[in-house]
């Protein structure tokens, strides 16, 4: 038996190997749901998806302010959007426009890549709503825009946007 293998089999996993492998089933897990629930029910598969990480997002806002003590500025959201694309694994970077907009890419997002490597961007199903309930529920006067949407090419670039920030 391995080293690696006798360590895993008695509980000794590197904390990266276990962020690694949750990121990794996670972003498998949202790309196969997506396209069992698109394949059996359609558009009302990929509509219960939307709702689903939506309230996710509405529960992690409510948690990263809590425990990260975010206040409701726009600051505030990007800044809980970086934490989630870390905590997810993304290179996210925040470009302010002005203090009333901000506009953040991705010069690599794990759950694009399981998207496209299975055939289909559901970006627009699963982590748009997810990202704009996490923008919404910190900060509920920032509006979400999407500046262009994912393709095959590249990943989205979205703003958020405010008239009080």
Same mark, same amino acid.
Request: with cysteine.
């Given at each position: ?9 008695? *509980?000794?996993? =590197? ?9 990794? +089933? ?13 394949? @059996?029910? *359609? /558009?009302?598969?990929?509509?219960? &998806?939307?709702? &689903?990480?939506? @309230? ?12 990260? $003590?975010?206040? /409701? $500025?726009?600051?505030?959201? %990007?800044? *809980?959007? %970086?934490?989630?694309? +870390? ?19 991705? =010069? ?5 890549? /399981? ?9 627009? $199903? %699963? ?21 262009? =949407? ?14 009080? /920030?």
């Amino acid at each position: 038996m391995g080293i690696m293998r006798t360590a895993a089999v008695k *509980g000794l996993i =590197p904390p990266g190997n276990k962020i690694s492998e949750l990121r990794g +089933n996670l972003t498998r897990l949202m790309t196969t749901m997506a396209s069992v629930l698109e394949s @059996r029910f *359609g /558009s009302e598969g990929l509509d219960a &998806i939307s709702e &689903i990480f939506r @309230r996710l997002g509405e529960e992690d806002a409510k948690a990263m302010k809590d425990r990260l $003590s975010l206040g /409701s $500025s726009l600051k505030d959201a %990007i800044d *809980g959007w %970086i934490v989630v694309g +870390n905590v997810m694994g993304a290179k996210m970077e925040a470009k302010w426009d002005s203090e009333k907009r901000a506009e953040t890419h991705h =010069p690599y997002c794990p759950q694009y890549e /399981s998207f496209k490597e299975g055939g289909t961007l559901y970006c627009e $199903s %699963i982590c748009l709503p997810y990202v704009e309930a996490v923008a919404k529920g910190i900060a509920p006067e920032v509006e979400m825009e999407v500046v262009r =949407p994912a393709d095959d090419d590249s990943t989205c670039v979205k703003a958020l946007v405010t008239d009080d /920030s």
